[in-house]
């Protein structure tokens, strides 16, 4: 093969452009795969501040049987990321006055069960779904002692994280025979893992 000074040169500037193009595409960035990592660990289950207490309303004997409602706002908090569900349950002294005076040991009960709770205003919550087992109407336990406290509410698996509300209406059962005066009640809610 015979070459001349200018298929050298031709030779010569393919090669240097190959070179430039080869330096010039080690300095181009290119995508690359990258990671990201979060850890969450649990916090705790429990009621968010205290229960409130329950006022029934002032109510005046009739001579019948009379019933009155109050609400009870329970906030709720499920930080524990295990989507194990809750349950509620309660137990309660009898209600008592001065003098001896006393209302039945059946006289507080929930007639129905509580509406899905509502999300605490900062917090996207998954709303408690009643699971089975606790049936309504509910029957608070009482005694003159508190007996064994029974389940109230009780949470779905899967349900119930987060910060929310729940609000059972209770019903105080008046009977005809009640005496007049004051009367009041210590009552014991506490929050269990699970349904």
Do not use: E
């Not at 409130?52 to 009739?62: E, G, K, Q």
């Amino acid at each position: 093969m015979i070459t001349t000074p200018h298929s050298k040169r031709r030779v010569f500037a393919a090669v240097t452009a190959a070179a430039a193009f080869a330096a010039l595409a080690a300095f181009v960035p290119s995508a690359g795969a990258t990671t990201a990592s979060a850890t969450l660990t649990a916090g705790s289950l429990g009621f968010v501040g205290s229960v409130p207490n329950v006022a029934f309303p002032s109510t005046a004997l009739t001579g019948v049987n009379q019933s009155v409602t109050a609400p009870q706002a329970i906030d709720v908090g499920d930080a524990t990321g295990s989507g194990a569900g809750w349950n509620i349950t309660a137990t309660s002294t009898q209600f008592s006055g001065t003098g001896g005076i006393t209302l039945p040991t059946t006289a507080v009960t929930i007639a129905s069960a509580p509406a899905s709770p509502t999300c605490d205003a900062s917090s996207t919550c998954t709303p408690a779904t009643a699971a089975a087992g606790v049936t309504y109407p509910y029957s608070l336990p009482s005694g003159s002692t508190a007996p064994t406290a029974t389940k109230m509410y009780s949470a779905s698996a899967g349900t119930g994280l987060g910060n929310q509300t729940l609000t059972p209406t209770w019903t105080l059962a008046i009977p005809s025979s009640a005496k007049a005066g004051s009367y009041s009640s210590t009552w014991t809610l506490s929050i269990v893992s699970g349904p």
